[in-house]
């Protein structure tokens, strides 16, 4: 798992790694720019690009300056570019780049306050006004350059983070910002690249290595941290030889009624294909021939079987479509004490019955989305408030509480919280949620911790739907469709030996 950073301590590692190793700081932003050309490189390939390079006179418009000459010596001839003079103060290593620059052939244009800004006629626009140095809102003329750039058009391509965007999660919604396409961030992808308030500034992220000194990043505190594939493979078992349905545990979906069916089967279908051993639906029993007919593997067990059968199952998942049958919720509190998975209509009837959000089992998964968490501890004006609740929530309460979004947060008892990497808007489709309650289930049952299974069913669910997004080219990824590439996604992330 990789810490994530605030801005003050990315300046802390920054000091730390010139003061402990022999890099001074001019040679760090060389690395940093190295890095950005060769990701830059990756993404406009042609040499003839037009690139217009906006730099303001700190150290990110340090970084655009070297970035201007390393491009130049790549073969890239039309690079331009501009300096916004909006300020007096220029950091050393700005003014050490510019000295190197006006040794090139690259055109350079100044800008004080109050100068007309040319219209932009390159192709593409790298913004190094501005970076992790940020401290208040844009304004004046950094704010009519930032405009002047956005409203041509163009892509962005944003050197460490958009002008403008705060680096750590608390984002005011309306602060304007560079609208970049793509950022190429240094060592740690910012904190707020992960918060829905910074989708008009980062449409894709990259993150590039620059030698900052990772054993000191990594002790220092952050209650952030990002998931990463290193972390599924430490988690993920493969099955064992000799093996049986008996190993793999039997998981139970308390799920659906008459008119929401579907919910149930895509969570039956989605714990039968992330390898429960045994999966029981105790749906309507109208739901009985979809049932046989969808998912023949998949046993049933009516609402009265289930009182004699309690203690038969290794982990239970309720609440998708559960609709009127919401009861069984407290059925289910009085007879288990394992951690169990609680989504959708069960989420919104614990938001009616507060009281009962104690008495869930210690470790429980509860899997909001932003309605179903704000119904279940109060309204939030952003996110970052809300990810906060999530994080004292899960303490206090000692569950686990996976906040559904395009990057899951998944708050955990001991008061971190862990960010999911993987998913895309493909995935932004009904039952998408119901899926992800079945894979859970299933990693219950099959044994593995709920921080486990929580980690898993998240990485795996966004990987699936990454490799049919990408892999297949799929623009939009039915939740059926998710559900049968769950057993390809492992067997690639986890080859068999
Ligand atoms: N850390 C690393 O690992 C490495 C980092 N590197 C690079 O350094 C970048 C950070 O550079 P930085 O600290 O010089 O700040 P930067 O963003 O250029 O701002 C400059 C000055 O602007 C000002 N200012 C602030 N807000 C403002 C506003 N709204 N409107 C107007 N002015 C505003 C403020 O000065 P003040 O106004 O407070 O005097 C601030 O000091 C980082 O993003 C990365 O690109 C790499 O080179 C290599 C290794
Ligand atoms: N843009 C997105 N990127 C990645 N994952 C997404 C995106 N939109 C939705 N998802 C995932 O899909 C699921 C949606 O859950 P939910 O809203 O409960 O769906 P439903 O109730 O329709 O089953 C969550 O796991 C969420 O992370
Ligand atoms: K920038």
């Known amino acids: 798992m990789k810490t994530i950073l605030t801005a ?74 501009w300096i916004a003079r909006f300020s007096e103060r220029e ?52 704010l009519r350059m930032v405009e002047h750039i956005n409203q041509a058009g163009k892509p962005i391509v944003a050197v460490d983070i958009p002008t403008g965007l705060r680096a750590d999660g608390m984002l005011p919604q309306e602060e304007p910002t560079i609208q970049a396409h793509h950022v190429i961030s240094f060592q740690r992808p910012k904190l707020s690249f992960f918060f829905p308030e910074s989708a008009n500034a980062v449409e894709r992220f990259h993150v590039v290595d620059i030698g900052l000194n990772e054993p000191f990043i ?5 209650d952030f941290k990002l998931i990463e594939s290193s972390d599924i493979q430490q988690i993920y078992r493969n099955r064992k030889p000799f093996s049986h349905k008996g190993t793999y545990g039997h998981a139970l979906i308390i799920a659906g009624d008459t008119n929401t069916l579907g919910a149930a089967l895509l969570a039956c279908g989605a714990c039968l294909y992330s390898g429960a051993g045994l999966t029981s639906a105790c749906i309507p029993p109208t739901g009985l021939t979809a049932l ?36 069984l919720l407290e059925d289910c509190m009085a007879h288990t004490h394992k ?14 019955n507060k009281g009962l959000v104690d008495g869930l089992p210690k470790h429980s998964i509860l899997t909001p989305h932003m309605k179903e968490f704000d119904r279940l501890f109060g309204a939030h004006d952003s996110w970052w408030d809300r990810v906060q609740t999530a994080r004292e929530q899960a303490m206090a309460l000692q569950l686990i509480i996976l906040l559904k979004n ?29 899926v992800l309650t079945g894979m859970l289930t299933a990693f219950l049952a099959q044994g593995y911790p709920p921080r486990d299974a929580a980690i898993l069913a998240c990485y795996l669910h966004g990987a699936a739907g990454d490799r049919l997004a990408t892999d297949s ?25």
């Open 8 to 81: 003050a301590q990315t300046r802390e590692a920054d000091r730390y790694t010139i003061e402990t190793t022999p890099i001074a700081s001019i040679d760090l932003m060389e690395n940093a720019s190295l890095a950005f050309v060769t990701v830059f490189m990756q993404l406009y390939p042609d040499k003839n690009t037009q690139v217009l390079i906006c730099c303001g006179t700190g150290n990110n418009g340090g970084d655009g300056l070297a970035i201007a000459r390393l491009l130049q010596e790549h073969s890239y001839d039309g690079v331009a570019v």
């Open 91 to 142: 950091s050393d290593e700005f003014a050490t780049n510019v000295a190197r620059l006006y040794n090139t052939p690259i055109p350079i244009t100044e800008f004080f306050t109050g100068d007309e800004l040319p219209a932009i006629r390159q192709r593409v626009v790298i913004d190094a006004l501005l970076g992790s140095g940020l401290n208040k809102p844009l304004q004046g003329d950094w």
């Open 218 to 222: 990594e002790k220092l505190p952050s």
């Open 292 to 327: 046989n007919a969808h998912l023949p593997e998949v046993m049933y067990c009516t609402e009265e079987e289930l009182l004699t059968m309690w203690d038969r199952f290794d982990a239970i998942g309720i609440g998708p479509g559960l609709g009127q049958r919401i009861s």
């Open 339 to 352: 951690p169990m998975v609680v989504d959708a209509d069960a989420l919104t009837f614990l938001s009616q």
């Open 406 to 434: 395009q990057y899951t947060f998944i708050a955990l008892p001991d008061g971190n919280v862990l960010i999911n990497p993987t998913g895309n808007p493909a995935m932004a489709s009904g039952g998408m949620g119901d």
């Open 473 to 497: 080219g799929m623009a939009v990824v039915p939740a059926r469709q998710l559900i049968q590439a769950i057993p390809s996604t492992f067997g690639n992330l986890f080859p068999p030996h």
